[in-house]
């Protein structure tokens, strides 16, 4: 009986140790800590933020005839002094035309990008950042986050390697039992096996994800084997005025001046009267350098302190370092004062030398509605059509174009230049 016990915990113990797997670890030893106030952080954040546009916008010098485009030269040459911003104004596209009666300018999309590295105290090879958490909020009063484009949690998944196992074994067992003192002979058990295993390794994890508020923005990314969180991310976030300092304006627009044969006549026009929303006065008054907003983070550093001389991390020996990022700046301006006053703008069309002179048009429940455009491209076409045509009177019910309380004559059509007010 002993040796038929034996020989089966001799052959349990062989299935168990050829059959076990052996499984790729992510350290061999780690211990957490946080980073000291006082000594410099480990992980440093740089961030710029941009309007963001359409692959169909244009360049808005290109949408413009050869008029338009000198005219608009002139216009922005007067508030931009330097070349290169110029040139930037020029590249720019228009605001949008919208189709409907409400033209809306409370609301930026806006593009940040972050660029995350390693300060210059960090030297292992084998180092990475972990974990990083960036918080973007102390927006001015007036503004409030809407959405942004990290709705949905975004995930990546990395392969950490396969593990293959081939092992041969074989076990042998032998006994000389002895019944009543006479040796009967040697028993022996003999048991070969080979085991091929290979497993394939795989880890999911979190590239984007975040939280957002009308006050705060969150965002979250998670490293994962060999793989370090320095580089750039950007995200699209959209900012609104506070809908209770919200003006309105009434505008003009032309819903078409041509047809197949060329500019229609005079009495074909069809005007539109439109609504621009745009921020009140007072919250520029309040802004300084624009709509700025503060950025904070924190991480999780991966240092490595023995074993970086391996690609694998199974063997590392590592220390998980928590600490606040380093921010440069501190403060991102994600709306310029500038960008801001042009959502105020209304053009209008007047005299060379007389800007007291509005276009206007004399309206039987209006004998002097003055004719502002939303955009700097209705104006051009309008002035277009008017330079084309020679007309001074327009519509079906022929109301007369006016220059301030005058009749518009056609002598004064070529002199007139289109302007902008705040």
């Known amino acids: 009986m002993n040796l038929k016990r034996n020989l089966l915990i001799l052959l349990a113990i062989l299935l168990l140790t050829s059959c076990s797997t052996k499984l790729i670890s992510r350290y061999k030893s780690m211990e957490m800590t946080s980073r000291l106030p006082g000594n410099p952080p480990l992980v440093q954040v740089s961030a710029f933020s941009m309007t963001s546009a359409t692959s169909e916008d244009k360049p808005a010098i290109l949408q413009l005839s050869a008029e338009g485009q000198a005219a608009l030269i002139t216009e922005i040459a007067k508030t931009e002094k330097s070349s290169i911003g110029l040139f930037q104004r020029l590249a720019s596209g228009f605001d949008s ?49 809407k959405h942004w484009n ?51 390794l795989r880890q999911r994890f979190i590239t984007n994800t975040g939280v957002l508020d009308k006050n705060t923005a969150t965002l979250f990314q998670e490293g994962v084997t060999g793989i370090d969180l320095a580089g750039n991310i950007a995200i699209d976030v959209t900012v609104e005025v506070n809908p209770n300092q919200v003006e309105t304006f009434s505008t003009v627009r032309f819903e078409s ?14 005007m539109i009267r439109t609504t621009i929303k745009a921020p009140e ?111 001074t009177k327009i519509g079906k019910g022929d109301w007369q174009l006016k220059l301030g309380h005058s009749p518009l004559l056609k002598k004064d059509i070529m002199n007139l230049r289109i302007n902008h007010r705040f």
């Open 150 to 200: 990290k709705f949905e949690t975004e995930y990546g998944q990395v392969d950490l390697g396969k593990i293959g196992l081939k092992k041969a074994t074989t076990f042998t067992a032998k006994a000389n039992p002895s019944f009543g003192g006479a040796s009967t002979g040697e028993i022996g058990v003999t048991n070969s096996k080979e085991l091929n295993e290979e497993v394939t």
């Open 257 to 270: 001046l041509k047809d197949d044969k060329g500019y229609k006549a005079a009495n074909q026009l069809s």
């Open 281 to 391: 006065s007072s919250v520029l008054n309040n802004l300084k350098n624009g709509v700025l907003v503060n950025l904070t983070g924190s991480y999780i550093f991966r240092h490595v302190r023995k074993g970086d001389q391996t690609i694998a991390e199974g063997d590392d020996e590592v220390e998980f370092i928590r600490g606040n990022i380093a921010v440069i700046p501190k403060e991102i301006i994600i709306l310029s004062k500038e960008q801001l006053e042009r959502t105020r703008y209304r053009y209008f069309i007047h005299p060379m030398g007389s800007p007291g002179k509005n276009l206007s048009i004399d309206l039987p429940e209006n004998p002097d509605q003055s004719l502002e455009f939303a955009t700097f491209r209705e104006a051009d076409q309008f002035l277009g059509w008017l330079r084309n045509t020679r007309s």
């Open 97 to 145: 035309d919208s189709p409907s009666d409400v033209v809306d300018r409370t609301q930026y999309k806006v593009r940040i990008v972050f660029s995350t590295q390693k300060t210059e105290i960090v030297t292992g090879l084998a180092d990475r950042i972990s974990q990083l958490q960036l918080k973007l909020d102390k927006l001015p009063d007036s503004f409030q986050f």
